[in-house]
């Protein structure tokens, strides 16, 4: 069956009846979790509401993997608790999409149709199709295509599923330059505006702008938690807040004088 054109997009909504603030879609209460002397995450507060696009932001090692792994059900807090729709995100999972890691190197786009069809009640065929045509997925091995599109094909089976909280760790990685629109395009301008997507990124100067609010952590504890128009309110963009929330070191050393 040929793979179906776009529907129309729709409209995020992040306001409860009357302005009021929705019930939050996830939540995390001093979590803290350690791997043996390591603390990974250190007395985390957060809750995420339907609507939102959030940036988790951070560098390497910060905790943003491990926030994903515990909202996922994949992690266990060593302290604190969290909640997915007020239960357990195993409780919860038929309302959760994680981005996988990897693939099984002979799967196919059509063998994860019927792998996920079977097993997520929520997954919908129809959007899979497009979202496999508009991110141009060849119908191969996953072992014989390129990273990029190994890559777009894990984020069609992840969008495809129809869930209230989206859990995207670094959906633009092995992606090229010129593509990465393509792949904001089908994550946001085509969204749930009544789903909450949580996205742990290092490419901030592209997915910066879709976001409606950033979370800054370092060294496993939330340093910053601010929407985006109050960053802009203050004459900030997301990467200009980020750079000076962790220190001017990141903006890297100086680039060498020219010879005279």
Same mark, same amino acid.
């Given at each position: 069956?040929?793979?179906?054109?776009?529907?129309?997009?729709?409209?995020?909504?992040?306001?409860?009846?009357?302005?009021?603030?929705?019930?939050?879609?996830?939540?995390?209460?001093?979590?803290?979790?350690?791997?043996?002397?390591?603390?990974?995450?250190?007395?985390?507060?957060?809750?995420?509401?339907?609507?939102?696009?959030?940036?988790?932001?951070?560098?390497?090692?910060?905790?943003?993997?491990?926030?994903?792994?515990?909202?996922?059900?994949?992690?266990?807090?060593?302290?604190?608790?969290?909640?997915?729709?007020?239960?357990?995100?195993?409780?919860?999972?038929?309302?959760?999409?994680?981005?996988?890691?990897?693939?099984?190197?002979?799967?196919?786009?059509?063998?994860?149709?019927?792998?996920?069809?079977?097993?997520?009640?929520?997954?919908?065929?129809?959007?899979?199709?497009?979202?496999?045509?508009?991110?141009?997925?060849?119908?191969?091995?996953?072992?014989?295509?390129?990273?990029?599109?190994?890559?777009?094909?894990?984020?069609?089976?992840?969008?495809?599923?129809?869930?209230?909280?989206?859990?995207?760790?670094?959906? #633009?990685?092995?992606?090229? %330059?010129?593509?990465? /629109?393509?792949?904001? !395009? $089908?994550?946001?301008?085509?969204?749930? =505006?009544? *789903?909450?997507?949580?996205?742990?990124?290092?490419?901030?100067?592209?997915?910066?702008?879709?976001?409606?609010?950033?979370?800054?952590?370092?060294?496993?504890?939330?340093?910053?938690?601010?929407?985006?128009?109050? #960053?802009?309110?203050?004459? %900030?963009?997301?990467? /200009?807040?980020?750079? !000076? $929330?962790?220190?001017?070191?990141?903006? =890297?050393? *100086?680039?060498?004088?020219?010879?005279?």
């Amino acid at each position: 069956m040929p793979r179906k054109a776009w529907v129309r997009s729709l409209q995020p909504s992040r306001q409860g009846e009357a302005g009021t603030q929705p019930a939050p879609v996830a939540r995390l209460e001093g979590v803290g979790k350690r791997y043996g002397r390591l603390e990974a995450l250190h007395a985390v507060d957060l809750a995420f509401f339907p609507g939102e696009v959030v940036g988790l932001l951070g560098p390497n090692g910060a905790g943003k993997s491990t926030i994903l792994g515990l909202l996922a059900g994949l992690l266990i807090p060593s302290s604190g608790a969290v909640q997915v729709l007020s239960r357990t995100p195993r409780e919860s999972r038929h309302a959760l999409a994680h981005l996988p890691e990897g693939l099984h190197g002979w799967m196919t786009p059509r063998h994860l149709l019927r792998l996920m069809g079977g097993l997520y009640p929520n997954f919908s065929a129809q959007r899979y199709a497009e979202l496999l045509d508009f991110l141009q997925v060849p119908e191969r091995r996953s072992a014989a295509m390129s990273k990029g599109q190994q890559a777009r094909l894990r984020l069609a089976v992840t969008l495809a599923v129809q869930a209230e909280l989206y859990l995207l760790d670094e959906p #633009l990685a092995n992606i090229d %330059l010129l593509a990465r /629109e393509t792949i904001l !395009q $089908a994550l946001f301008r085509h969204r749930n =505006g009544r *789903a909450c997507y949580l996205l742990a990124t290092h490419e901030i100067a592209e997915a910066g702008s879709y976001m409606d609010r950033v979370v800054m952590i370092h060294g496993g504890r939330v340093i910053q938690d601010h929407s985006v128009a109050e #960053l802009m309110q203050q004459g %900030l963009g997301v990467e /200009e807040a980020y750079r !000076q $929330a962790m220190g001017a070191g990141l903006a =890297g050393p *100086a680039l060498p004088q020219p010879m005279p």
